[in-house]
T-cell receptor, first 113, second 115 residues
Framework: TQLLEQSPQFLSIQEGENLTVYCNSS?????LQWYRQEPGEGPVLLVT?????EVKKLKRLTFQFGDARKDSSLHITAAQPGDTGLYLC?????????????FGKGTHLIIQP | GAGVSQSPRYKVAKRGQDVALRCDPI?????LFWYQQALGQGPEFLTY????????KSGLPSDRFFAERPEGSVSTLKIQRTQQEDSAVYLC?????????????FGQGTRLTVV
């Protein structure tokens, strides 16, 4: 069973601060996706990373895939209240097939104005 | 439709009652997934369809759970003899291909409460 552990589970910071959340596994994934979920909604994809060591930037968000493709991080610069939500990482299996993503339990992020 | 549509949005069932949850994926999407999300947790995989074929049902928690997609579009997740531990949000997602690298588009979910 492939497991993804996310840390921290909860994070509450002030607007304007920087933060990093982590997604770690003992398994290798062919791809890793980050989603954001707001209350009462389904998760929405932010980014997909597929190459070890890959770094992708999406405005104030920076995503990194570990060299061994077992871990990933999401860094947010100058956090804003609109960044509040549940951040989920999800790993695609090593076969590259779509048998279902493995999700972490998520990081609940609250940005206080 | 523009996105994945799930119905009903909310369902309250008495323990022991059967329920059926519907998912309308994005038109033309090959892959369809069902996930169960407990309060404060990440989604957990239940089952996967490629067109009408159910290729993976390893995540279904018991034989009370059954899913179908008979014509390769709309899918129904059925739960028989509901129990309190079945209370959760049930999410459906669809994807245009059968590749694990493509985006999964999620519906808003059905919140099931078993009383």
């Amino acid at each position: 069973t492939q497991l993804l552990e996310q840390s921290p589970q909860f994070l509450s910071i002030q607007e304007g601060e920087n933060l990093t959340v982590y997604c770690n596994s003992s398994s290798v994934f062919s791809s890793l996706q980050w989603y954001r979920q707001e209350p009462g909604e389904g998760p929405v994809l932010l980014v997909t990373v597929v190459t070890g060591g890959e770094v992708k930037k999406l405005k104030r968000l920076t995503f990194q895939f570990g060299d061994a493709r077992k871990d990933s991080s999401l860094h947010i610069t100058a956090a804003q209240p609109g960044d509040t939500g549940l951040y989920l990482c999800a790993g695609g299996d090593s076969g590259g097939g779509a048998d279902g993503l493995t999700f972490g339990k998520g990081t609940h992020l609250i940005i206080q104005p | 439709g523009a996105g994945v549509s799930q119905s009903p949005r909310y369902k309250v069932a008495k323990r022991g009652q059967d329920v059926a949850l519907r998912c309308d994926p994005i038109s033309g999407h090959v892959s369809l997934f069902w996930y169960q999300q407990a309060l404060g947790q990440g989604p957990e995989f239940l089952t996967y369809f490629q067109n009408e074929a159910q290729l993976d049902k390893s995540g279904l928690p018991s034989d009370r759970f059954f899913a179908e997609r008979p014509e390769g579009s709309v899918s129904t997740l059925k739960i028989q003899r509901t129990q309190q531990e079945d209370s959760a949000v049930y999410l459906c997602a669809s994807s245009p291909t059968h590749s694990g690298f493509t985006e999964a588009f999620f519906g808003q979910g059905t919140r099931l409460t078993v009383v």
